[in-house]
């Protein structure tokens, strides 16, 4: 498996919640970002195969990223939605042997993305 795969998008009522899952093996390091048309493709979490974590100031406190090495899987908690995160949500990830932390919500940090999910919140 070459890239990653995401699942577990859908639809949901503002204030609502929805977890997204992605499994891929062997990554230094993974994240979840999102897109919406006509904007640049956004960062939202980021996760080390060791375990550290860091958030975009967008969805800190809100969305929870966590992973189970023993699966293979990240996932991505989302707790009260609003209609402002609808959008196609990616999973990435990245096998370098060395990185700066301080660069992991960077999309040219990932080499490997998967094809997308969509998360839709209405009001």
């Known amino acids: 498996q070459v890239q990653p795969v995401e699942s577990g998008g859908g639809s949901v009522q503002s204030g609502g919640s929805l977890r997204l899952s992605c499994t891929g093996s062997?990554?230094?390091?993974m994240a979840w970002f999102r897109q919406t048309p006509g904007k640049e493709r956004e960062a939202l979490a980021a996760?080390?195969?060791?375990?550290?974590?860091t958030y975009s100031d967008s969805v800190k406190g809100r969305f929870t990223i966590s992973q189970d090495n023993a699966k293979n899987t990240i996932a991505l908690q989302m707790n009260s939605l609003r209609p402002e995160d609808t959008a196609i949500y990616y999973c990435?990830?990245?096998?370098?042997?060395?990185?700066?932390?301080?660069?992991?919500?960077?999309?040219?940090?990932?080499?490997?993305w998967g094809q997308g999910t969509q998360v839709t919140v209405s009001s």
């Open positions: 062997g990554y230094t390091y």
């Open positions: 990435a990830g990245d096998r370098a042997k060395y990185y700066d932390f301080e660069y992991l919500l960077r999309p040219e940090m990932y080499a490997d």
């Open positions: 996760i080390t195969s060791n375990g550290r974590e």
